[in-house]
């Protein structure tokens, strides 16, 4: 483990190759200067500092002291972005019934009033419901820094991903500042489905000291640090008819029988069986069959008692 006060300094894992301009990670180059790195901010000259006898984490540092402006968020905000330049798929996370609900959504009555009408209520399970699963999807293109507007409401997007069917999803990494009040509230106007990316877990996680494919394969894959932001509402209702027709088909899967009884009240307002009467009824008929296996029993004994007095004759 490293000490506290060495976290707290800031690491570059990464840095330009000043040759090629390819990214390179501490681990992979040559120590000090040899490394032929500079800064992605600066174009300053970057020190490797992962010598083996070194034990301080594998970093890169600027050379001389620096005036350079670069904080680790900016840092980390620029090597997402260097991510998406690389990938052409990203994993969504799932979608809940949580994720498509409005201050004072008038929805939630109406799936009260069919789990209500099925004997249920609406408790966290049905809150929790996934109604549309994680899932990777190709984009075509990609844009940094988008400014999207509106006649009232200006934003400037981290990350805008542009798919097949020209639909956009904004991306929004953030590593100490998550997207404020006043952002959100634009978003909402503005009606654009947003997901951010929570960079901090896996920077402590890895001690500052990762890879460029491990940091791409976190962005790619991992869904618990992705969150939706803000859904778009054309999309919201489709997945509102989604959530119906999936609820009423697991309340059918899951208990048939209560079901099947108010269906058929439903149908024939004569018939009032429910699940008490029928387990009482069912409970009748297992007696009456005992009855019944008595009365055999008694009725073949009468009968092998008159055929004995018969030959006995």
């Given at each position: ?15 330009i190759?000043?040759?090629t ?11 000090g200067?040899?490394c ?11 020190v ?11 970093h ?10 670069s ?5 980390i ?13 990203l ?23 069919v ?33 999207i ?46 997901i ?30 992705k ?5 778009r ?8 008819i989604?959530y ?10 899951k ?59």
């Amino acid at each position: 483990m490293y000490s506290e006060s060495e976290l707290t300094r800031v690491k570059y894992a990464i840095a330009i190759d000043k040759t090629t301009g390819e990214l390179k990670d501490a681990t992979e180059v040559q120590n000090g200067l040899k490394c032929n790195c500079v800064c992605w901010n600066c174009s300053e000259d970057m020190v490797a500092i992962n010598s083996p006898q070194n034990k301080k984490i594998k970093h890169f540092r600027h050379f001389v002291k620096s005036n350079c402006k670069s904080n680790y968020e900016s840092y980390i905000h620029w090597l997402s972005k260097e991510v998406f330049k690389s990938i052409n798929k990203l994993k969504l996370p799932p979608i809940s019934f949580r994720e498509i609900l409005r201050l004072n959504d008038p929805f939630i009555a109406m799936v009260e009033a069919v789990l209500r009408n099925s004997g249920l209520r609406l408790d966290k399970l049905y809150y929790d419901y996934i109604i549309q699963p994680a899932q990777y999807l190709q984009f075509e293109k990609y844009s940094f820094e988008s400014q999207i507007s509106d006649i009232e409401n200006t934003i400037r997007t981290d990350i805008v991903l542009i798919f097949q069917n020209n639909e956009e999803l904004l991306i929004e990494p953030f590593y100490t500042n998550r997207i404020d009040g006043k952002k959100l509230s634009k978003l909402q106007t503005l009606d654009r489905s947003v997901i951010s990316i929570d960079l901090i877990e896996f920077t402590n996680k890895n001690h500052f000291a990762f890879s460029f494919d491990k940091f791409k394969s976190f962005i790619v894959d991992d869904v618990i640090s992705k969150n939706w932001v803000h859904i778009r509402s054309s999309k919201i209702e489709k997945l509102k008819i989604k959530y119906l027709n999936l609820l009423k088909k697991n309340i059918q899967e899951k208990e048939p029988l209560k079901y099947l009884i108010r269906k058929l009240n439903k149908e024939n307002h004569d018939l009032h069986l429910t699940v008490s009467e029928e387990n009482t009824l069912l409970h009748e008929i297992l007696e009456r069959i005992e009855q019944l296996k008595h009365e055999i029993k008694v009725n073949k004994d009468k009968i092998d008692d008159l055929e004995n007095q018969f030959y006995l004759r």
